[in-house]
C-alpha cells in the first residue's frame, strides 16, 4: 500500500465556486503506457462544505479514505477519491468523467466499480441505479425506505448525508449490476439494518446478482474500528469481488 502512486487533484467538474478534484490512487507497477486499468470510486454522500473547519480535512484526506485509495490500487485497480459540494450530482460527474476521458488516467472507463459505506451509501444506490459503474459494494449502509418504512429518511435528515434514492425502488437497479452488500451483526444506528434486510429480501425476490456477507460480531465502520480476522475476511471479500466483476 506505501507503494501505490497518487496523482492528486485532477479536475473532473468546473463549478461557479471553483472547479472539483479527485485523487488517484494507482497500481505500485503501473505504468503510462500500460493497459487501462479498472477503477473504484469512493463514493461520498455528505459534502465537503463546512467539513474541514470542524474535521480539519475533506474526506479524501482522512484516514479512512486514504487507506482505502491505497488498498484498491495495492489489489491491482485504481482506487479514486474526490471532493464534493453537492453529493448527489457530482458522483455522476466524476463517473462521466472517468467514462470519457479515462483512457489518459491509464484507466478503463468500461470497468468501474463504487464503494461506499454508512450514510454515503444512498448516494451510490442512486449511481448504480443510472448505470453509472458496473458494480457496487455497500458497507452497513443506509440502503432504501420501502413499504412504508422512513428509518433512511429519518437518518438523512439526523445526520445530514444525501438521499437522492428517496421514493426510488429496488427494481430501479440495472439487472446486470452486481451488488456486494456487508452487514454489521453489532449495528448501533437505528434503522440500518432494517434497511438492508429489507433491501436484500426484495433484491433475492427480484433475482438480482447480489452477493451478502454479514459480519455477526461486527460493530458499525467494523473496517475501522473492529481488528479482527472476522473483518479482515471480509475486507478481504469485498477485494475479491471488485477483482472478480471488474475483470481482474
Known amino acids: 500500500m506505501d507503494a501505490v502512486t497518487v496523482r492528486r487533484g485532477i479536475e473532473y467538474r468546473a463549478t461557479e465556486a471553483g472547479a472539483l478534484t479527485m485523487d488517484l490512487y494507482y497500481p505500485p507497477d503501473q505504468e503510462r503506457d500500460a493497459t487501462p486499468t479498472p477503477a473504484v470510486v469512493i463514493v461520498l454522500g455528505y459534502s465537503d462544505v463546512g467539513a474541514p473547519t470542524p474535521l ?3 474526506f479524501r484526506d482522512m484516514g479512512m479514505a486514504v487507506s482505502w485509495g491505497q488498498l484498491f490500487a495495492a489489489s491491482g485497480m485504481v482506487g479514486i477519491v474526490y471532493e464534493t459540494r453537492n453529493p448527489a450530482n457530482d458522483v455522476g460527474a466524476v463517473l462521466s468523467y472517468l467514462q470519457e476521458n479515462g483512457a489518459a488516467l ?35 449502509g443506509f440502503m432504501l425506505d420501502l413499504d ?26 440495472p439487472r446486470e449490476t452486481a451488488l456486494f452488500v456487508a452487514r454489521a451483526g453489532r449495528e448501533q444506528f437505528a434503522g440500518l439494518n432494517e434497511s438492508i434486510d429489507a433491501f436484500v429480501a426484495r433484491a433475492l425476490r427480484c433475482n438480482l446478482p447480489v452477493t451478502v456477507v454479514n459480519h455477526a ?32
Open 56 to 58: 480539519g480535512c475533506q
Open 106 to 140: 491509464g484507466i478503463d472507463g468500461t470497468r468501474i466499480g463504487v464503494w461506499a459505506s454508512s450514510g454515503n451509501v444512498p448516494v451510490a444506490l442512486s449511481a448504480l441505479m443510472e448505470g453509472k459503474a458496473r458494480c457496487g459494494v455497500l458497507c452497513y
Open 148 to 173: 412504508g418504512a422512513t428509518g433512511v429518511a429519518t437518518a438523512a435528515a439526523e445526520y445530514r448525508f444525501a438521499n437522492p434514492v428517496a421514493g426510488r425502488r429496488v427494481e430501479d437497479l
Open 217 to 248: 460480531t461486527g460493530p458499525h465502520m467494523f473496517d475501522l474500528v473492529d481488528d479482527s480476522e472476522a473483518s479482515r475476511e471480509v475486507v478481504r471479500t469485498m477485494i475479491a469481488f471488485l477483482r472478480a466483476k471488474l475483470g481482474l
